[in-house]
Nanobody, 121 residues
Framework: QVYLVQSGGGLVQAGGSLKLSCAAY????????ARWYRQDPGNQRELVAK???????EYGDFAEGRFTISRDNAKKTVTLQMNSLKPEDTAIYYC???????????????WGRGTQVTVSS
């Protein structure tokens, strides 16, 4: 079993910064692609950023230039640094990861429980 434990988030004023972290615990041999999604009420879940096992990153248009996703393979963590936050960034942010639990097994997808980010104007 694998658990993705999220930390960070909270309330910040517009223009401020927050950092979200996602740590994988349990039977984790390696992590392939990891992603951050967000969802606010009434809207579909949207991709914020992703990072591959090789370190290649992609961002949603709204995140480009403001958010940075990174990973620490030794610590099995993925971080999302969010700068220049706007009220429209308010949402629940979810960590998602493709986890290989044992060598030779195909990856399985896991989700964190979500963390609230609120940006006040």
């Amino acid at each position: 079993q694998v658990y993705l434990v999220q930390s960070g988030g909270g309330l910040v004023q517009a223009g401020g910064s927050l950092k979200l972290s996602c740590a994988a615990y349990g039977d984790v041999f390696s992590i392939n692609t990891a992603r951050w999604y967000r969802q606010d009420p009434g809207n579909q879940r949207e991709l914020v950023a992703k990072v591959t096992s090789g370190g290649r990153t992609e961002y949603g248009d709204f995140a480009e230039g403001r958010f940075t996703i990174s990973r620490d393979n030794a610590k099995k963590t993925v971080t999302l640094q969010m700068n220049s936050l706007k009220p429209e960034d308010t949402a629940i942010y979810y960590c998602n990861a493709e986890v290989v639990e044992y060598r030779g097994l195909p990856p399985a997808e896991y989700w964190g429980r979500g963390t609230q980010v609120t940006v006040s104007s």
